[in-house]
C-alpha cells in the first residue's frame, strides 16, 4: 500500500510500529515520550534525509494506543497539522473498530494522496526509503 500511494508522489511515506516509548524520566509526559521517539526514528530512519525534503513517518505506538506522524521541512511549509490529525483519526477510528491494517492502509492512501497534491512524482524519482512496515520494540 505504500508502494501504491507513493506511486503518484515524490514523497516518501514511512510506517513504523513500536511496541511503546518508554519514558526517559518520571515527570515526562506520554505525549511527549512519543513525540521524541518519533523524532528519534525519523532521524535514525534518514526520513530527513530525502532529496527534497518530503519524507513522512507514521508511528504506532501499541502500548500507549497513540498515533504520531511527523512530517519533513518541505512538507510541513505546505501541509497543515489538521491534515495529518485527520490521518491519525483514520488509525483511531479503525483499531476501535478492530481494522488496524485497513486503517493503515487507508491512512498510507490519505497521506499519499495528499503528497501527490503537493510534490507531484517526477520522472527521475527513486525509491529513497523502504516501503516496508517496520516493527520495533
Known amino acids: 500500500s505504500v508502494r501504491l500511494a507513493e506511486s503518484r508522489t515524490c514523497g516518501e511515506i514511512k510506517v513504523l510500529v ?71 483519526e483514520i488509525i483511531v477510528s479503525n483499531i476501535k473498530q478492530n481494522n488496524q491494517a485497513q486503517g493503515i492502509i487507508q491512512a498510507v492512501q490519505y497521506v499519499g494522496n495528499i503528497l501527490a497534491k503537493h510534490f507531484p512524482r517526477k520522472e527521475n524519482d527513486t525509491n529513497e526509503i523502504s516501503d516496508e512496515i517496520e516493527i520495533k520494540p
Open 18 to 88: 513500536v511496541g511503546s516509548c518508554k519514558k526517559p524520566w518520571p515527570f515526562m509526559s506520554e505525549k511527549k515520550a512519543i513525540y521524541r521517539r518519533a523524532l528519534k526514528e525519523f532521524s535514525a530512519m534518514r526520513i530527513g534525509k530525502t532529496a527534497e525534503h518530503t519524507g513522512i513517518l507514521i508511528m504506532l505506538a501499541l502500548k500507549e494506543r497513540k498515533v504520531q506522524i511527523l512530517a519533513d521541512k518541505s512538507i510541513n511549509d505546505k501541509v497543515t497539522q489538521e491534515t495529518w490529525d485527520k490521518a491519525v
